[in-house]
C-alpha cells in the first residue's frame, strides 16, 4: 500500500453512489480497524448502514446524506482521545482510499442516530463517511510550507517531505492551525492553535507527516 500516493489522491467527498462496499473491502477495513483498535485503546466501528446518521441540515445540504456506511470514531474518554482518533482514523481512510473507497471526515452529524456502541468512560468523538464517490472531490486550498513551520534547526529531505504531506491532511474547515516545530536537536514538534475539533487535526496532521518523513529516510 502505497500511502504517499493516496495521501495525493484523497479529497473529502461528500456526494455517493448508492452503492454498497464489498464484503471483501469491508472485512479488510475492519482488520485494520480491530489493529487501529488495539495499538490505539480504540473502539472504532464500521457501520456498514449510515442511516439517518447524516440527515442533519448541513449534512444534506453538503451531500454527506448519501454517505452508505459510517466508521464511529469512538475510544476511552482522556485528554487523548481526540488525537488518537485522529491519528489512527487517518490511517484507515488513507487504506480506503487505497481500496478504491472515497470518505469524508464529519464533526457535524446526527448523534442520535447513529449505531454505535458506546461504552462506560467512552465518548463518540467524530465519524468518518465512506462509500463510492460520485467523483474524486477537489484539492483543498493550502497554507505555504512557511506559514506552518517553525525552523530552529537543520533542515533536511525528511522534514521537508513530512511538512508538505501534513499540508495536503485534511482539517476541520480546513483551519490548518497546526505549526509543526524543526528544533535545534533535530527533534520534530507539533502544536495545535486552536480553533474547531483541533485536536483530531493534529492526530491528523501527525499521521501525514509521518508517512511523509518515513517516505525519505526508508
Ligand atoms: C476534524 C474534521 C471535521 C470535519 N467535519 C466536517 C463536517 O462536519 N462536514 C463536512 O462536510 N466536512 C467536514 N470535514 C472535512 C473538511 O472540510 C475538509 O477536510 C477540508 O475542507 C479539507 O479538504 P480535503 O479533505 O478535501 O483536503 C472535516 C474534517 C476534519 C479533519
Redesign the pocket.
Known amino acids: 500500500m502505497n500511502e504517499i500516493e493516496a495521501i495525493r489522491q ?3 467527498v ?1 456526494n455517493y453512489l448508492d452503492k454498497k462496499i464489498e464484503k471483501e473491502k469491508v472485512d479488510r477495513l475492519n482488520v485494520l480497524i480491530d489493529e487501529c483498535n488495539k495499538a490505539g485503546n480504540l473502539h472504532f466501528q464500521f457501520i456498514e448502514d449510515a442511516g439517518k446518521t447524516f440527515n442533519k441540515l ?1 449534512n444534506r445540504v ?1 451531500g ?1 446524506g448519501t454517505a452508505p456506511s459510517v466508521i464511529a470514531c469512538v475510544g476511552k474518554d482522556d485528554e487523548t482521545l481526540d488525537e488518537r482518533v ?1 491519528y489512527f482514523g487517518e490511517k484507515i481512510v488513507l487504506a480506503a482510499q487505497n481500496l478504491g473507497l472515497n470518505t ?6 446526527n448523534r442520535k442516530n447513529i449505531a454505535a456502541k458506546i461504552n462506560d468512560g467512552e465518548r463518540l468523538a ?1 465519524v468518518i463517511a465512506i462509500g463510492y464517490g460520485q467523483n474524486p ?4 486550498k493550502s497554507k505555504k510550507f512557511e506559514e506552518v513551520t517553525v525552523i530552529n534547526g537543520d533542515r533536511t529531505d525528511a522534514f521537508d517531505k513530512g511538512v508538505e504531506m501534513a499540508l ?1 491532511a ?5 483551519q490548518q492551525k497546526f505549526e509543526i516545530v524543526l528544533n535545534a536537536d533535530g527533534t520534530v514538534t507539533f502544536t495545535d492553535k486552536g480553533g474547531t ?1 483541533s485536536r ?2 493534529l492526530g ?1 496532521v501527525k499521521y501525514h507527516y509521518e508517512v511523509g518523513s518515513r517516505s525519505v529516510t526508508e
Do not use: V, Y
Not at 469524508?104 to 452529524?109: D, E, K, L, P, Y
Not at 472531490?137 to 483543498?140: A, F, I, M, S
Not at 485534511?170 to 480546513?174: D, L, S, W
Open positions: 484523497r479529497h473529502s461528500r448541513l453538503m454527506l485522529g469524508c471526515w464529519a464533526g457535524t452529524f467524530i472531490g477537489k484539492e483543498h495536503l485534511p482539517t476541520a474547515i480546513n475539533l483530531i487535526d491528523i
